[in-house]
Every structure is written in structure tokens, then in C-alpha cells.
């Protein structure tokens, strides 16, 4: 059950280039990766960590302009 909860929650988020759907998108590599459901800035955060120097710019901007 678990795993088709973050496949649906992965294909509303694939093609949402929002803060929002950016922010999610590092939640679900968080989860994806390390098994842990995060808060969108805490997902972001991890993400800076984890994911490659190249997105930190777009995360940072989400982070920026989340609302």
C-alpha cells in the first residue's frame, strides 16, 4: 500500500515545475532514497545534500519562493 501511495504522489509531481511540485519532488527522492517522509523545506534540505550540485539553483528558488 505504501509503495502505491508515493507512485501516485510521484506521478502528480513528475511534470510540476512549481516551488510546490519542486519541493515535492525532493520529498518523494528523500522518501525514494532514505525511506523518510519529509516536510516540503526539510525534503529540500535533504536534497541538497543528496541530489547533484546542478538543481541546488531551481531547489534554492523553490525553497525562495514557496509560499
Given at each position: 500500500?505504501?509503495?502505491?501511495?508515493?507512485?501516485?504522489?510521484?506521478?502528480?509531481?513528475?511534470?510540476?515545475?512549481?516551488?510546490?511540485?519542486?519541493?515535492?519532488?525532493?520529498?518523494?527522492?528523500?522518501?525514494?532514497?532514505?525511506?523518510?517522509?519529509?516536510?516540503?523545506?526539510?525534503?529540500?534540505?535533504?536534497?541538497?545534500?543528496?541530489?547533484?550540485?546542478?538543481?541546488?539553483?531551481?531547489?534554492?528558488?523553490?525553497?525562495?519562493?514557496?509560499e
Amino acid at each position: 500500500p505504501q509503495d502505491f501511495v508515493m507512485d501516485s504522489f510521484h506521478q502528480n509531481v513528475i511534470n510540476d515545475d512549481t516551488p510546490d511540485g519542486i519541493l515535492n519532488r525532493c520529498r518523494y527522492e528523500a522518501y525514494r532514497q532514505d525511506g523518510v517522509m519529509l516536510s516540503k523545506i526539510d525534503g529540500a534540505l535533504w536534497a541538497l545534500k543528496h541530489l547533484p550540485a546542478d538543481l541546488h539553483a531551481r531547489i534554492l528558488s523553490a525553497i525562495k519562493n514557496y509560499e
